[in-house]
């Protein structure tokens, strides 16, 4: 069971430049989410989804955007990078009425 | 809207002795969900323990424990036997109850746990 895929794990992007950071789980849960972890600040709740075609903004959410066409996969788009989205990416998943979420690996973005 | 805090960002301990965590959240809801988890160093997010609000009884796992006291909103995490491999980073992290597709995993800023040999 592959649980929940993060890629890439490690990105080094141009300030301006765009790209996606992939999610998807095999779990069919319902309820979907992407975390920055950043030093001294914890995981802070980028956006999140309840289920498809369902997504809502979480405490950082400026220059993401995201979308679920389906319950396996949500991916996140930084539409033009910035040297203060430099951080670890994490996406999670969890059954919606259940309490447990499971993480990705993680991705390590560098803007430059 | 809720919060969770980790007021010491860095601790030690002594190879077989006892540590707790401390972990303050704030949340008018009756109803929720409180997690610690665990990141060594492979970055991997490791659920170590949960709790639910509605349950007055202490959660437990083997050597992790935690003290949930509902009223004072506090979840402390009590690891027994230190072990070298449970030096990591620590995070306290609150779920609340899903309505009307509001739930959240809201987590503290992390402790940073030392095991000395």
């Known amino acids: 069971n592959a649980g929940v895929t993060q890629t890439p794990k490690f990105q080094v992007l141009k300030t301006g430049q765009s790209m996606t950071l992939q999610c998807a789980q095999d779990m069919n849960h319902e309820y979907m989410s992407w975390y920055r972890q950043d030093p001294g600040m914890g995981l802070r709740l980028i956006h999140y989804?309840?289920?498809?075609?369902?997504?809502d903004q979480g405490e950082v959410p400026n220059g993401y955007n995201v979308s679920r066409s389906t319950t396996e996969d949500f991916p996140l788009r930084l539409l033009s990078a910035a040297p203060s989205q430099t951080s670890v990416y994490f996406c999670?998943?969890?059954?919606?009425?259940?309490?447990?979420?499971?993480f990705g690996q993680g991705t390590r973005l560098t803007v430059v | 809207a809720q919060t969770v805090t980790q007021s010491q960002p860095e601790m030690s301990v002594q190879e077989a002795e006892t540590v707790t965590l401390s972990c303050t959240y704030d949340t008018s809801e009756s109803d929720y969900y409180l997690f610690w988890y665990k990141q060594p160093p492979s970055r991997q997010m490791i659920l170590v323990i949960r709790?639910?609000?509605?349950?007055?009884q202490n959660a437990t796992e083997n050597r992790f424990s935690v003290n949930f006291q509902k009223a004072a909103k506090s979840f402390s995490l009590k690891i027994s036997d230190s072990q070298l491999g449970d030096a990591a980073m620590y995070f306290c992290?609150?779920?609340?109850?899903?309505?009307?597709?509001?739930?959240?995993?809201?987590f503290g800023k992390g402790m940073k746990l030392t095991v000395n040999p």
């Open positions: 999670a998943s969890s059954p919606l009425l259940n309490t447990e979420a499971f």
């Open positions: 989804s309840v289920g498809a075609g369902i997504t």
């Open positions: 709790q639910e609000a509605y349950k007055q």
């Open positions: 992290a609150y779920r609340s109850p899903p309505q009307g597709g509001s739930e959240k995993l809201v």
